[in-house]
């Protein structure tokens, strides 16, 4: 097969040969470490991939987009609904009401904050079904005070399903003995694991019917209405605009989406992202311009070789094509073994975590800490294809300065000591 003299001597020159090795090991040296940057630059794009995905489907999942809620209690949650799933950007809505207060077991004592929900509507809006280890949301029976609660909290108060919990409200009685903290008891039913700990250690979940009367609100009262939408990022938006146009039915209510309560979270995942990848690039960048001192030992090593060809005719032009072509092919052959290597391990890393975690004993992602327990990683193919094109856009750039001086070689002075 035919090939361009420059192709043909430039591939030969990446081959080792007979007196050249120490020039040939410093070739494969140079692979290497593009390949080794590439490979942790694919893999830590995709575990901060993976933490967004993770922020964007578990914790986002199990709290609300959006919610609207009025200065008082609302008496017909379903009208109110009805009216907000006119706007096309709403998928789902379901009534809800907040309450928080300490939940107290065999002496231990844990924050908690109860989502009380319609089981009926809340699947509509959250992901809670697909985490629950015990228990379904159908046992929160309306007047039977059940309660559902996340693992890391039973954990902590030592209960299990079936136990009883005492739920105490922040609020006090006045009576003529004195004042007494309102106080009723629950039934755990259920225990859920999103491996979030803010949401498995914090949040319980019980009936709309029973947190009203806790409240001593009307039985078919609720706090406000979740919403779901198709684009999770247009959330505030369109919050804000639903409730602008329910104020004008002479009501009062106001939104509060997602961006304020985790919205910091996920802007410094995102942020995070950005930084790490760009000082990555650097480590690539190191890599890719160990090409040229590469190149510039093979341009002294081989000026007898340029000389020879330039008395034989070529051009200085071919001459610099030559080492062009050698420190691309370094580059080209380093970048595809990297991203090779960087896609196995992406896919691979959670599981190769856990098994670490397992033979020793300790998690390095601890949910008291994090937002999730394990590490997440999720692969896309446009962050490998933007990887590999800058390792082989700063590969060609690196042969540039060694090529020119190769094509700067005099025969003459380069033959006087041959």
């Known amino acids: 097969m035919f090939r361009p003299l420059f192709v043909f001597i430039g591939t030969r020159y990446t081959?080792?040969?007979?007196?050249?090795?120490?020039?040939?090991?410093?070739?494969?040296?140079?692979?290497?470490?593009?390949?080794?940057?590439?490979?942790?630059?694919?893999?830590?794009?995709?575990?901060?991939?993976?933490?967004?995905?993770?922020?964007?489907?578990?914790?986002l999942g199990m709290v609300p987009h959006a919610t609207i809620q009025g200065r008082q209690p609302i008496d017909d949650w379903q009208a109110l609904a009805a009216k907000v799933k006119q706007n096309p950007e709403v998928l789902a809505v379901a009534p809800f009401t907040q309450m928080q207060g300490l939940l107290t077991h065999g002496g231990k004592v844990n924050k908690v904050l109860i989502n009380a929900v319609d089981p009926a509507e809340e699947d509509k809006v959250s992901i809670v079904s697909g985490f629950l280890k015990?228990?379904?949301?159908?046992?929160?029976?309306?007047?039977?005070?059940?309660?559902?609660?996340?693992?890391?909290?039973?954990?902590?108060?030592?209960?299990?399903?079936?136990?009883?919990?005492t739920f105490v409200a922040p609020e006090v009685t006045v009576t003529p003995?004195?004042?007494?903290?309102?106080?009723?008891?629950?039934?755990?039913?259920?225990?859920?694991?999103?491996?979030?700990?803010?949401?498995?250690?914090?949040?319980?979940m019980a009936n709309l019917h029973d947190l009203a009367l806790l409240q001593r609100w009307k039985p078919n009262q609720v706090q406000g209405l979740r919403l779901k939408f198709n684009d999770l990022f247009?959330?505030?938006?369109?919050?804000?605009?639903?409730?602008?146009s329910l104020a004008a039915d002479g009501h009062e209510y106001y939104s509060l989406d997602w961006t304020r309560t985790h919205g910091n979270l996920y802007q410094a995942i995102r942020m995070e992202k950005s930084i790490i990848g760009l000082?990555?690039?650097?480590?690539?960048?190191?890599?890719?311009?160990?090409?040229?001192?590469?190149?510039?030992?093979?341009?002294?090593?081989?000026?007898?070789?340029?000389?020879?060809?330039?008395?034989?005719?070529?051009?200085?032009?071919q001459i610099m094509a030559i080492f062009m072509v050698q420190g691309t092919v370094i580059g080209v052959i380093g970048t595809l073994v990297g991203a090779a290597l960087g896609i196995l391990a992406a896919l691979n890393v959670s599981a190769a975590i856990a098994l670490l975690e397992r033979m020793i004993g300790h998690k390095f992602l601890n949910s008291?800490?994090?937002?999730?327990?394990?590490?997440?990683?999720?692969?896309?193919?446009?962050?490998?294809?933007?990887?590999?094109?800058?390792?082989?856009?700063?590969?060609?750039?690196?042969?540039?300065?060694?090529?020119?001086?190769?094509?700067?070689v005099q025969p003459a002075e380069a033959l006087r000591y041959e």
Not at 147 to 158: Q, Y
Request: glycine share 8%; with cysteine; charged share 15%.
């Open 279 to 317: 000082l990555l690039l650097l480590i690539v960048a190191v890599a890719a311009f160990n090409i040229i001192s590469t190149l510039v030992m093979v341009v002294t090593d081989k000026q007898g070789d340029i000389a020879i060809l330039r008395t034989l005719g070529a051009t200085p032009g």
């Open 15 to 59: 081959r080792a040969k007979r007196r050249n090795h120490f020039v040939s090991f410093i070739s494969l040296t140079s692979m290497i470490g593009l390949a080794l940057g590439v490979v942790v630059m694919i893999v830590v794009l995709s575990v901060m991939n993976g933490f967004d995905y993770e922020m964007r489907t578990r914790v």
């Open 234 to 244: 247009q959330a505030p938006r369109t919050a804000w605009n639903i409730a602008q």
């Open 134 to 165: 015990q228990g379904k949301l159908a046992d929160l029976e309306a007047g039977s005070f059940n309660m559902i609660i996340g693992d890391k909290a039973a954990t902590k108060l030592g209960v299990v399903v079936g136990d009883k919990l």
């Open 177 to 204: 003995a004195g004042m007494f903290p309102r106080i009723k008891r629950f039934n755990v039913v259920g225990i859920f694991h999103v491996g979030a700990g803010e949401l498995d250690g914090f949040v319980a």
């Open 368 to 408: 008291d800490v994090y937002f999730i327990d394990y590490l997440p990683s999720q692969l896309m193919a446009s962050d490998v294809l933007l990887v590999c094109a800058a390792a082989l856009v700063l590969s060609f750039f690196a042969t540039l300065y060694p090529a020119w001086r190769a094509a700067r």
